[in-house]
């Protein structure tokens, strides 16, 4: 399993299997044994096989054609809706309508999402997260009639994977991302050695090059994660967060 | 490993045996083949294994035994720094101080977290979250020096159980969590029968019991998760965000 862990890509491309119920019921099983918030399992998840909802869904993740090419797409939900209807019914007054509640929901549906996706990806399926979930979170509440203290968190595609596979992505080393006992900053000089094997791989000096750019940060910064866009996709999703009841 | 992954359980009891560092850092090996937000990498972890240090952070984790009986303590972050400070020296400028890339980074860093956890117990390890980390962010902040555009997500204690292992919680049916095509709302009759067999656990009847409650919920609302308590931690949480720069 642990090779298994080591080796595994994001999957965009299924062939034509579709994912049986049963084993998608067993994943949740499995996932459902995540940690979470005091055992009050705060998160849902939205299972989208129908073509016309996911054709429904598909702009506000960008027409990325995973979200149409793959059998199954899951949208996983920091939910407080469900709590708070139980302890409406058992004469019990919760205070959840807040941001550290939508923070303790956040940390539940990610627990629960990832844990299926390893679950998934030791049985042979293959996953594709959609960080686009949260840049529009209005459409897709609306295109799956999510309620007050419900907001979609993080959404993935699921399948099998189609051959060939991908090429697996490079990573920082260890060094970029671990800290013993405190934080310690980074400098030019490690920034310059942690970056190194990042920057001159082939693919990377590509990007830079067919994008017209000077670095691989600029690509970054320029065209894919860009101020004005993340700004206002900020505004947008705090905007959904109040309509849902969690400011 | 989908038998370990069902069997699992909370660790909150640690035997002597020390976690060595390269089991760690193989750990963390796997965890970095999580999937994340455009390949950025927006986490960091930092590594407690100093006495002191720990008993630093215990009281912001409201002096729960495990944060100073586990031979480590991990702390996940939110981290925009280590992307910035690359940018700045590629004559890149990242607009990344801001909630949307807040929330990239916390899905980021839970799918790091937990994909570490997964792996551990795989290797014969157990695990504690400690939700506290986000009631009481500022003085982690503080005891682990983290710099602006670095917040701290969630933390869990790491060691190998000491015996006997205590039972596993109970969980919602999948009924509960699992919607098809669109969210189905919750009805009286539904809760009625999805939380039943919740409300009839003995563990939880002896609940109510002690805390001089007449229902379940009102445990949860009256005692562990209560509206004045959500609410000031709310505020905290949203004072550290802006203080590192995300709001």
Redesign the interface.
């Known amino acids: 399993?642990?090779e298994n862990?080591?080796?595994?890509r994001?999957i965009r491309q299924y062939s034509v299997q579709d994912v049986p119920d049963d084993l998608l019921?067993?994943l949740?099983?499995?996932a459902?044994?995540?940690?979470n918030?005091?055992?009050?399992?705060l998160?849902?998840?939205?299972?989208?096989?129908?073509k016309s909802?996911k054709e429904k869904m598909a702009p506000a993740h960008f027409n990325q054609p995973m979200v149409t090419g793959a059998p199954v797409v899951l949208t996983f939900?920091a939910d407080a809706?469900?709590?708070v209807?139980?302890?409406s019914?058992?004469?019990?007054?919760?205070?959840?309508d807040?941001?550290?509640?939508f923070?303790?929901a956040?940390?539940d549906s990610?627990?629960?999402a990832?844990?299926f996706?390893?679950?998934a990806e030791?049985?042979g399926l293959g996953?594709?997260?959609l960080?686009t979930t949260?840049?529009n979170a209005a459409p897709i509440i609306e295109?799956?009639?999510?309620?007050r203290l419900?907001v979609p968190?993080?959404a993935i595609t699921v399948g099998y994977p189609a051959e060939p596979l991908p090429k697996q992505?490079?990573?920082?080393p260890?060094d970029?991302?671990?800290?013993?006992?405190?934080?310690n900053?980074?400098t030019?000089s490690s920034?310059?050695a942690l970056?190194r094997d990042k920057e001159s791989l082939e693919d990377n000096l590509r990007f830079v090059e067919e994008n017209g750019k000077?670095?691989?940060?600029?690509v970054?910064?320029?065209i894919?994660?860009?101020?004005?866009n993340?700004?206002y996709?900020?505004d947008e999703?705090?905007k959904v967060l109040k309509q849902q009841g969690f400011l």
């Open positions: 399993m642990m862990m080591k080796n595994r994001t019921n067993e949740f099983e499995v459902s044994r995540a940690s918030t005091g055992n009050i399992q998160y849902s998840v939205v299972v989208t096989r129908d909802r939900c809706n469900r709590f209807k139980w302890a019914f058992r004469n019990a007054d919760a205070g959840f807040n941001f550290q509640t923070m303790a956040v940390i990610m627990l629960f990832q844990t996706c390893v679950a030791e049985k996953i594709c997260y960080g949260t840049y295109a799956l009639s999510l309620p419900v968190v993080t992505c490079e990573r920082l260890l970029a991302i671990v800290h013993r006992e405190q934080y900053d980074y030019k920034i310059d970056y000077e670095t691989l940060a600029q970054f910064t320029d894919r994660y860009t101020r004005k993340n700004e996709f900020s999703f705090l």
